[in-house]
């Protein structure tokens, strides 16, 4: 095998090829990741002020074992999943009022987040490189604070909307980055 100089040509080259599956294939893989979303909406870990949940850790370890395209597809099914009435969101919650209330817009930033952490993944912020996997994360989880508090912000103003839609959350942002960061490391150490 040459050499390859290139070391961020090398951790590219060995992103996940999800995307270079047959349909049947992917269709399998969005439905796994709707499921694996919807468990991480179960799962609620006790921090203060707030309870956090799994989900922005299911949708940045998605896009990035999926790449952008299939990652942010599999989200948006899990959205229709939820919307329709599947008890799939936050707690189980299910419905379409869900996309108009004050929390929508952390909703419509996953595909984005997933898309992003993805595209991230594919030119290298992978599993081959944990610290970049890591930033990546982090972006993500900042890419849906701000959306999710821009939409709050509506209702609420600016100022109460980063008080009650992000400050709570950067601890637990940051400590889901990096399981996702580590996880996706395991992930491709298992893949070798």
Same mark, same amino acid.
């Given at each position: 095998?040459?050499?390859?100089?290139?070391?961020?040509?090398?951790?590219?080259?060995?992103?996940?090829?999800?995307?270079?599956?047959?349909?049947?294939?992917?269709?399998?893989?969005?439905?796994?990741?709707?499921?694996?979303?919807?468990?991480?909406?179960?799962?609620?870990?006790?921090?203060?002020?707030?309870?956090?949940?799994?989900?922005?850790?299911?949708?940045?370890?998605?896009?990035?074992?999926?790449?952008?395209?299939?990652?942010?597809?599999?989200?948006?099914?899990? #959205? *229709?999943? =939820? %919307?329709?009435? $599947?008890? &799939?969101?936050? +707690?189980?919650?299910?419905?379409?009022? @869900?996309? !108009?209330? /004050?929390?929508?817009?952390?909703?419509?930033?996953?595909?984005?987040?997933?898309?992003?952490?993805?595209?991230?993944?594919?030119?290298?912020?992978?599993?081959?490189?944990?610290?970049?996997?890591?930033?990546?994360?982090?972006?993500?989880?900042?890419?849906? #604070? *701000?959306? =999710? %508090?821009?939409? $709050?912000? &509506?209702?609420? +103003?600016?100022?109460?909307?980063?008080? @009650?839609? !992000?400050? /709570?959350?950067?601890?637990?942002?940051?400590?889901?980055?990096?399981?996702?960061?580590?996880?996706?490391?395991?992930?491709?150490?298992?893949?070798?």
């Amino acid at each position: 095998m040459p050499h390859n100089p290139n070391p961020a040509s090398h951790a590219a080259s060995s992103a996940p090829r999800i995307r270079d599956w047959s349909l049947s294939w992917q269709i399998g893989a969005v439905a796994l990741g709707t499921v694996f979303l919807a468990l991480a909406s179960y799962i609620e870990v006790p921090m203060v002020p707030v309870p956090v949940t799994m989900q922005t850790f299911a949708v940045t370890l998605i896009g990035a074992v999926y790449g952008w395209r299939l990652g942010a597809a599999t989200i948006v099914a899990w #959205l *229709v999943e =939820g %919307a329709i009435g $599947l008890p &799939v969101l936050s +707690g189980g919650a299910a419905g379409a009022h @869900h996309f !108009v209330g /004050p929390t929508a817009g952390y909703l419509f930033a996953f595909p984005l987040v997933g898309a992003l952490t993805g595209w991230l993944a594919e030119r290298g912020w992978n599993g081959n490189r944990p610290w970049l996997a890591f930033v990546s994360m982090l972006l993500g989880n900042a890419l849906c #604070l *701000v959306l =999710g %508090a821009a939409w $709050l912000s &509506v209702a609420i +103003g600016i100022e109460q909307a980063i008080v @009650h839609g !992000v400050t /709570p959350f950067l601890i637990g942002g940051a400590l889901k980055s990096a399981l996702a960061a580590t996880t996706l490391k395991l992930m491709t150490r298992a893949q070798k």
